[in-house]
């Protein structure tokens, strides 16, 4: 757990020395919000609770790709190496899922606020649509940081992890479209345990495999 949060903390800090990557991502958020308002909200007087939904989660998407790529690429060979001698590989792993689901989580709720401010919040179930918010986080970052570990091994890091992630990503995101509709409809929860206990077994399967055969990849 000491080296886990000694991890921790240098992901902390290397983030805050590179402010201007942070900077960038609230950047994108904020102006891809603005377009889809510039595009429906005042051209067309609005916007459809379905195509509300999807613009959100196609944003949110992107915006993992984008903060999450980095994860290993930001850091030298050199300087991977020294971490080689200090710290185990599942230590390195785990401690960058639990960063990046900050990250993403942080980043998550900063747009949603914004998008809610721009086109409105036909959500009826708000609590409902935060757990699909918060499974999509842990989903998405723990998936992306893993396919990102494989891609840095890569010359062609951006193509490598589109075509490695697109399998893992898809069903995930169906599940969380699904879920997050229920809770723009107003359903009662039992409507989507179906839905959540997926995306738990996803996150789940997905962090282990990430556990267990990062070693491996962290030796070569």
Not at 49 to 58: E, G, H, Y
Not at 76 to 84: E, H, V
Not at 112 to 129: A, E, H, S, T
Not at 159 to 173: D, E, G, K, Q
Request: charged share 10%; hydrophobic share 55%; aromatic share 12%.
């Amino acid at each position: 757990m000491q080296e886990l949060k000694a991890l921790i903390e240098k992901e902390i800090r290397l983030e805050w020395r590179q402010r201007y990557a942070l900077n960038g991502m609230i950047l994108y958020i904020v102006s891809t919000v603005f377009v889809c308002y510039i595009s429906f909200a005042l051209k067309i007087k609005g916007i459809e609770p379905i195509t509300w939904n999807t613009l959100l989660w196609i944003i949110l998407l992107f915006t993992a790709v984008n903060s999450i790529t980095k994860s290993f690429t930001q850091e030298r060979a050199g300087r991977q190496l020294y971490y080689y001698t200090l710290a185990s590989p599942q230590g390195i792993i785990l401690s960058k899922i639990i960063y990046n689901i900050v990250l993403l989580l942080t980043l998550s709720l900063i747009g949603l606020f914004i998008y809610i401010v721009f086109l409105g919040n036909p959500v009826q179930n708000l609590v409902m649509y935060l757990t699909a918010i918060v499974l999509g986080a842990i989903g998405f970052s723990s998936t992306l940081t893993m396919v990102a570990g494989i891609a840095s091994k890569a010359e062609n890091t951006s193509t490598l992890m589109a075509v490695l992630s697109f399998p893992i990503i898809l069903p995930m995101l169906s599940m969380l479209i699904r879920l997050s509709k229920n809770a723009m409809d107003g359903l009662e929860w039992n409507t989507s345990y179906d839905e959540i206990l997926i995306l738990l077994a996803i996150d789940a399967i997905v962090i282990a495999i990430s556990y267990l055969l990062f070693p491996f990849l962290w030796r070569s």
